[in-house]
């Protein structure tokens, strides 16, 4: 499996790509979803001067195993909210974001739902609204991998 090394310099080109592309939505909230989204929802909450960062559990992946079952847990209350941006790092096949964006759409059905990610798969069930680059394969995030 082809791998890339996605850095912090390149992160910090691509937040700025990002927000330019979400503010026209002028989101009154965004919601990162953990772990992948959250150092990207952390930094365009910055970036955005928006102070109402949410997140949202899923857990889909073990390192670089997919996993049999989709959970989603830990739902914020939203009720206050009217434009959403869900974040993400990436939509991979898309089952998360697509089961995340169910059970909130069933919960608050008045809001307006956006995803971003940073990258993208064509084969994804769930296209994001924002995002900056298609994935040719398995991306190694820098706070996945420098940590360690």
Known sequence: MQKEYYSYEIFLKDIKALKEQIEPFNPDTL???????LTLGHFLAI??????????????????CKLETVNIFNIPNLCKSKRVVVIDDIADSGETLKLI??????KYPDID?????????????????FTIKEAKGWI????????L
């Open 31 to 37: 919601l990162a979803v953990a772990r992948g989204g």
């Open 47 to 64: 970036a955005m001067e928006n102070r109402q960062l949410f997140t949202i559990n899923s857990i889909h992946y073990d390192k670089e």
């Open 101 to 106: 964006l169910t059970q909130l759409k069933e």
């Open 113 to 129: 739902f956006k995803v971003a990610t940073l990258f993208f798969k064509p084969s994804s069930l769930i296209q994001p609204d």
């Open 140 to 147: 190694d995030f820098f706070w996945e991998i420098d940590p």
